[in-house]
Nanobody, 124 residues
Framework: QVQLAESGGGLVQAGGSLRLSCAAS????????MSWFRQGPGKEREFVAA????????RYADSVKGRFAISRDNSKNTMDLQMNSLKPEDTAVYYC?????????????????WGQGTQVTVSS
């Protein structure tokens, strides 16, 4: 059974940093695109960042570009999201997702596997 487990969420002050991690089990995703999405209170789930299977290609939402960095370690079947200069509007549940394709897709429909999410709260 495929499982994606996020960790690293929490409460942080504006301007602070957090590092989220996603650990995959049940299959290897070393050839598959992975991503982070988030869903804020009363909002739809939105794309944050994606990384290709090889890790050579990344893509970011404009709202996080320059502040967040996505990375992966295929030897460990893990993916991280380093979040710096956090803002209150970054407050959301962050979800890890994995695709059956290799690219750094940004569409929610591209991802077949999802974690349960981890809460990130940024106070002002």
């Amino acid at each position: 059974q495929v499982q994606l487990a996020e960790s690293g969420g929490g409460l942080v002050q504006a301007g602070g940093s957090l590092r989220l991690s996603c650990a995959a089990s049940g299959r290897t995703f070393s050839s598959n695109g992975m991503s982070w999405f988030r869903q804020g209170p009363g909002k739809e789930r939105e794309f944050v960042a994606a990384i290709s299977g090889s890790g050579r290609s990344t893509r970011y939402a404009d709202s996080v570009k320059g502040r967040f960095a996505i990375s992966r370690d295929n030897s460990k079947n893990t993916m991280d999201l380093q979040m710096n200069s956090l803002k209150p509007e970054d407050t959301a549940v962050y979800y890890c997702a994995a695709s059956d394709r290799s690219g750094d897709a940004f569409r929610l429909s591209e991802y077949a596997y999802w974690g349960q999410g981890t809460q990130v709260t940024v106070s002002s």
